[in-house]
């Protein structure tokens, strides 16, 4: 069973409609091993009885040869910070541990009306602000790479969506879904060794994602492989009447070739000059060289290109980042929903202290510097040059793609620290590291995926990311299915 828990959604489909394997026996193994997996510590909720209950629904359609789709049966996970309706959703935070909605978020209903089965809610930094998942209150998320459980000091799965890297990748859940506002599905998926996919902007609907930032959150896709990856794009992207910021273009599902279709021949990638920065590691810096080397010799047609705002780029998206917190964490007063402080001395006391203790430190400073910064004194000096630093961002990609069609970039700058490393910095600084190629393409709103490649010298998942113009996702994932095949990443998921 283990060996067919790792495999991809296609294969798994199969063993279905033959009948090899029903779908409570699945679900079952499926719950199982993330029982016996408790210690990487991906999920804040494991949702049992509502995986049992749609897994007798999904084993009948089988039974008469029925299935709703391809992921009819197909356990999946979804980040906590998604609404789930009748399931607990909490930001990992002490703000919303008891909070339950009553609506499902737009992919996790488009999910489970093509018969995708939740099996838990997944842990992330709080309220995924962070770039490790290491202060949840359900405690850190831990990469199963080179993981020994008699030694404190593991390696990070990355952030914020970290619980639900780890869950694709331990062969917990086929797919998981996270959100990424500066590289929060990429970062995860890079140091787990996963496909993350990141899509352009309003492609997939935000409706039911609590937010972060407005302008920059968008739902993203965990899985071991490209064509897995696009199985779940399908079925989740698309216009969605109830997200103003949704795409009203209608979505054409894609078909990508099959392996000895796949052809590179003539393709233009550029190699940005700026992100060679000094804090790239020179294995990550060899495999960027091997794989631009990999396809120009296949043909495609490699170019150096120069994107000059990009070192300007982190400091403006922590600027917007926090004023938007700010701006989206004052709803949390303790008063209509979330966590309620017991004071009574009066309902400015109350909100304070609610805030106070149901907010963590990162989420309290944010909130305070992002205050700061839309003062009247201080709006124009800090959002709004912010903003037009955004825009030179923008046209930075705007004016390569004159050039070239993707850009070819490593998507952290190292492989996975060790936790007693990583939390030596500050969650500030650590995100102006770990998010430095990563969330340009969250600022410019445009599709990006990082896929694995190599192991390192010490054994971690080393991977690149490719970016396109917006709506480029055929084109992206189609390069990144050659890449994947070209390199055959063996996955380590037999736990």
Not at 2 to 11: C, F, G, R
Not at 85 to 97: D, E, P
Not at 286 to 305: F, P, R, S, T
Request: aromatic share 8%; with cysteine; hydrophobic share 35%.
């Amino acid at each position: 069973m283990d060996k067919l828990l790792s495999a991809n959604i296609k294969t798994v489909f199969q063993f279905l409609i033959d009948g090899r394997i029903t779908v409570s026996e699945l679900i079952s193994n499926t719950l199982e091993k993330a029982h016996r997996l408790k210690k990487y510590n991906a999920f804040i909720t494991l949702t049992e009885n509502e995986a049992q209950q749609r897994a007798q629904q999904s084993t009948q359609r089988y039974k008469i040869k029925k299935p709703l789709s391809e992921l009819d049966g197909i356990p999946i996970a979804i980040k906590d910070n998604f609404c789930t309706s009748n399931i607990k959703t909490t930001c990992a935070s002490r703000m919303l541990s008891n909070f339950i909605p009553t609506y499902n978020a737009t992919v996790y209903e488009r999910l489970i009306t093509a018969g995708a089965i939740l099996i838990g809610k997944t842990n992330l930094d709080q309220f995924a602000m962070g770039s490790g998942t290491v202060d949840s209150v359900s405690g850190p998320a831990k990469n199963h790479w080179m993981y020994n459980e008699n030694n404190d000091n593991f390696y990070i799965s990355g952030g914020s969506s970290g619980g639900s890297a780890i869950s694709v990748a331990t062969g917990t859940c086929f797919a998981a879904i996270g959100s990424d506002t500066g590289g929060s599905t990429r970062n995860p998926a890079s140091y787990c060794g996963l496909v993350g996919l990141k899509p352009t902007y309003g492609l997939v609907s935000r409706y039911g994602l609590i937010p972060l930032v407005n302008s920059m959150d968008v739902p993203g896709i965990l899985t071991r492989t490209v064509d897995d990856c696009v199985v779940v794009l399908n079925c989740v992207a698309g216009f969605d009447p109830k997200d103003s910021t949704s795409l009203t273009k209608p979505y054409r599902k894609i078909r990508l070739p099959s392996v000895n279709k796949l052809s590179i021949k003539n393709l233009k990638v550029g190699i940005p000059n700026e992100y060679h920065c000094e804090h790239l590691d020179e294995e990550v810096l060899d495999v960027w060289n091997e794989v631009a080397k990999l396809l120009e010799c296949n043909g495609a047609k490699i170019q150096q290109v120069s994107m000059p705002h990009t070192e300007y780029s982190i400091v403006c998206y922590s600027i917007l980042n926090q004023c938007e917190v700010a701006s989206n964490m004052a709803r949390y007063d303790g008063i209509e929903y979330g966590f309620r402080a017991k004071e009574d001395a009066s309902t400015e006391k109350l909100f304070a202290t609610s805030r106070s203790l149901g907010f963590n430190e990162v989420v309290r400073n944010r909130i305070l510097t992002g205050n700061y910064f839309l003062l009247t004194r201080n709006y124009d000096k800090y959002f709004n040059q912010a903003l037009r630093v955004r825009r030179l961002i923008v046209q930075d990609f705007d004016e390569v793609w004159e050039n070239v069609q993707l850009l070819l970039t490593p998507t952290t700058l190292t492989t996975a620290p060790l936790y007693e490393d990583f939390v030596q910095k500050t969650n500030r600084d650590q995100c102006a590291l770990q998010d430095y190629c990563t969330q340009p393409a969250n600022m410019a709103g445009i599709p990006a995926v990082t896929l694995p490649i190599k192991l390192s010298s010490k054994g971690m998942p080393i991977s690149l990311q490719i970016m396109g113009k917006n709506l480029s996702e055929p084109m992206l994932l189609a390069l990144a299915k050659y890449i994947e095949n070209a390199v055959q990443f063996k996955h380590c998921t037999e736990i």
